[in-house]
């Protein structure tokens, strides 16, 4: 069974700061990676998705790298500023094949605060 | 493209009733998910269709929890009879791939918050 873990839990930053959120995994058959963010009442916005043959995708200031041997996945966030403010997940979609449906397993997320 | 649309945003019932939420996914999209998120937790997949067809639904309660899509479109998520462990945020997703390929990101709407008294 996948299990998903994300640390820290919490994190608070002043503005401008470069920083990095974690994620691990224990088994790393998948197929892919993703990142998203979660602002308070509303759904899940997809950021980042990294194919498991990739090692790394970068969209502006976001940059997530994949190293799947060691089952682990980083989301560096570049210059951060109060808009950041929100709870990141990852989620690891399992390979798809047999009675497998690539099931997607979400960790619980980092609720990131960026202050002025 | 218009987004994943869920409705109703909030609902509060009392334990042992029913309530029932429905979702649009966006158009073209042959996969949907219905996902529970209990407070600060990750989501939790409860079903997944491909088109009209259950392809996992491992995780979803059978005793209480029902889910339909008709014409491989507009889903229905169902509980009967509601408990207080219930209260959580229901939230439906959809995306592109099919089982051979699931390289599309999944899109989601706002949720739904159902709080059981």
């Known amino acids: 069974k996948q299990e998903v873990t994300q640390i820290p839990a919490a994190l608070s930053v002043p503005e401008g700061e470069n920083l990095v959120l974690n994620c691990s995994f224990t088994?790393?058959?998948?197929?892919?990676l993703q990142w998203f963010r979660q602002d308070p009442g509303k759904g899940l916005t997809s950021l980042l998705l990294?194919?498991?043959?990739?090692r790394e995708q970068t969209s502006g200031r976001l940059n997530a790298s994949l190293d799947k041997s060691s089952g682990r996945s980083t989301l560096y966030i570049a210059a951060s500023q109060p808009g950041d403010s929100a709870t990141y997940l990852c989620a690891v979609r399992r390979n798809a094949g047999g009675t497998s449906y690539g099931k997607l397993t979400f960790g619980q997320g980092t609720i990131l605060t960026v202050h002025p | 493209e218009a987004g994943v649309a869920q409705s109703p945003r909030y609902k509060i019932i009392e334990k042992r009733q029913s309530v029932a939420f429905w979702c649009n996914p966006i158009?073209?999209?042959?996969?949907l998910y219905w996902y529970q998120q209990i407070l600060g937790q990750g989501p939790k997949l409860l079903i997944q269709f491909q088109n009209n067809g259950v392809v996992d639904d491992s995780q979803l309660p059978k005793d209480r929890f029902s889910a339909e899509r008709l014409k491989g479109v507009d889903s229905t998520l169902k509980i009967q009879p509601a408990k207080l462990e219930d209260s959580a945020v229901y939230l439906c997703?959809?995306?592109?791939?099919?089982?051979?390929?699931?390289?599309?990101?999944?899109?989601f709407g706002n949720g739904t918050r159902l709080t059981v008294t």
């Open positions: 088994d790393s058959a998948i197929y892919n």
């Open positions: 997703a959809s995306s592109w791939g099919v089982s051979s390929s699931y390289n599309s990101p999944l899109h």
């Open positions: 990294i194919q498991s043959s990739q």
């Open positions: 158009s073209g999209h042959a996969t």
